[in-house]
């Protein structure tokens, strides 16, 4: 497509439009003008067939058209020829069989892991000399793991979910689904009973209230939803109702917990304590940026609740001396607040750590960390696709194999992870919530039909009394991917899904 500039902040002109228009009208009565070409025996018409001249010179002047209706916010034409390819090719192509029989394994490898660890750790106590248990050849011959399955969904509670948002609470419940049909199919024939499975969503509830956020000598402070507790309020009751009808749709039990429920976790205090100790190089390498671990706690006035955002003024007390004499894993934080001073967390007071805030990479690291220690449970994340590689490598693995590595524990583990496909627009931009887009930026949207996407209330005003309808459209177009599973190693735009939930278009699969 030829690129068309428009200047912006002008007002349609009736001569912009109609100049546009004659053009249009002209192409299409030359094209009346010509003849009609003779239908090949195949049925049809291909670019060899006839001169494409009049055709290229229609849709050119339709692009022009469009583009002049608006010109202070133009809308710009685009044509697509309704082919839908899913070509296989890394992901696609190693899991052309599914990812939950290799998902079952992997959780069965898990407990087999722990199981030689323990041994091995048994082993040592009695002999004083180290043995690394191997994996027994029949790992695999039990192919249902025997411990609960949680498949965990995140989500900051500062908006109603959007398109992107649904897909993955979709994903996680059909993977939670199709991997408790698996287990059940395993154990027909035997007195096994399969474990449970269910999806948990961790709602963020630490996020920002962006208009209550300040700064103050170059520092950045911020109020969470969960002291502002209307504004929280605001939009938490869509994502209940969002996770009640997944259930009811999937036949899986959910669970909805909050950000104290993970700092309140027993296994916790393990967790704070090492990232209290290598405070330092976590800092560096969790926030590039900042050179800080990104830890925080509210103060404690109530009509104050000021956190420093990204954790540059915080203070940690660890020293060998101090833990040889009380707990293994005490240590402290000292938090600042510009108005009230210091206030400290104490890394063995279960009610204290349940103060903690982090940012998204240490939380990340954090919940990995927890999840690997609780070998009582596997813990299975699904998140969207723009969090794979980088991020995950340089903020997830790397300190996830340096704390394997100091401390022996969870050797040969890492976290459980899955990426949803990520929904994009026409420029491949994912689509972003309302509060980190510029005013307007989806404007756009409402006049294609599309602003449903933007959020779950937007979506319950389009469509009314037929928004569960259209909700329960995207929910089965997901358990198509599952039936093809090259199709979960993609992106899929906005207009495509549109396409879909509207049931119009004719689109070909090839």
């Not at 249009?24 to 060899?48: F, M």
């Not at 011959?141 to 965990?152: A, E, F, G, L």
Request: net charge negative; with cysteine.
């Amino acid at each position: 497509m030829n690129d068309i500039t428009i200047p912006k902040g002008n007002h349609p002109t009736p001569l912009a439009v109609n100049t546009a228009f004659q053009e249009l009208a002209d192409a299409v009565s030359k094209l009346l003008r010509e003849p009609l070409p003779t239908p090949p025996s195949h049925g049809v018409i291909t670019s060899s067939d006839s001169p494409t001249s009049s055709r290229e010179e229609i849709l050119l002047d339709v692009q022009k058209l469009v583009t002049a209706l608006m010109p202070e916010k133009p809308i710009f034409a685009s044509f697509h020829d309704g082919m839908v390819h899913d070509p296989l090719g890394s992901g696609a192509y190693a899991f052309q069989g599914g990812l939950i029989q290799p998902l079952a394994e992997a959780l069965v490898q898990d407990e087999t892991m722990v199981a030689c660890q323990k041994a091995s750790s048994a082993h040592k106590e009695i002999s004083g000399s180290s043995y690394l248990h191997p994996l027994p050849e029949d790992t695999f011959s039990n192919k249902m793991p025997t411990q609960p399955i949680v498949i965990h969904v995140g989500a900051q509670p500062n908006n109603s979910p959007h398109l992107g948002t649904l897909v993955v609470f979709c994903y996680a419940f059909w993977l939670a689904r199709k991997l408790n049909d698996h287990m059940h199919s395993v154990t027909d024939q035997s007195t096994n009973k399969p474990p449970d499975v269910s999806v948990e969503l961790d709602l963020v509830d630490t996020a920002p209230v962006s208009h209550l956020s300040i700064e103050i000598d170059g520092i950045q402070y911020q109020r969470s939803l969960r002291d502002v507790r209307d504004v929280l309020r605001r939009y938490v009751q869509d994502y209940y109702e969002v996770m009640g009808l997944l259930s009811s749709w999937a036949n899986i039990p959910f669970t909805i917990k909050y950000q104290q429920d993970l700092f309140s976790h027993h296994t916790m205090p393990q967790v704070i304590h090492h990232l209290v100790k290598h405070h330092s190089v976590l800092g560096r390498q969790l926030s590039p940026q900042y050179g800080a671990l990104g830890l925080r706690a509210a103060c404690r006035v109530p009509e104050c609740c000021l956190s420093e955002k990204h954790g540059q003024l915080n203070k940690y007390k660890y020293n060998d001396e101090m833990q040889r004499w009380t707990s293994n894993y005490e240590a402290e934080i000292i938090f600042q607040c510009p108005f009230h001073g210091p206030h400290t967390i104490n890394t063995c007071d279960s009610s204290q750590l349940s103060r903690l805030e982090a940012n998204a990479p240490a939380r990340n690291l954090i919940r990995s960390m927890s999840h690997l220690l609780d070998v009582g449970t596997h813990h299975v994340r699904v998140t969207g696709s723009d969090y794979a590689g980088t991020y995950q490598e340089v903020f997830l693995y790397r300190p996830l194999a340096a704390w394997s590595t100091l401390t022996g524990l969870s050797a040969g583990r890492i976290p459980h992870i899955l990426y949803a496909p990520l929904i994009v627009d026409w420029s491949g931009a994912k689509l972003s919530k309302s509060l980190y887009v510029q005013d307007g930026a989806y404007d756009s949207m409402k006049l294609l039909g599309g602003y449903g996407f933007t959020s779950y209330q937007e979506l319950k005003k389009k469509h009314g009394g037929t928004s569960y309808e259209t909700f329960k459209k995207l929910w089965r177009e997901v358990e198509k991917w599952f039936a093809e599973p090259k199709k979960l190693f993609r992106m899929y735009s906005i207009e495509y899904l549109l396409l879909v939930l509207q049931e119009s278009g004719d689109i070909s699969t090839k």
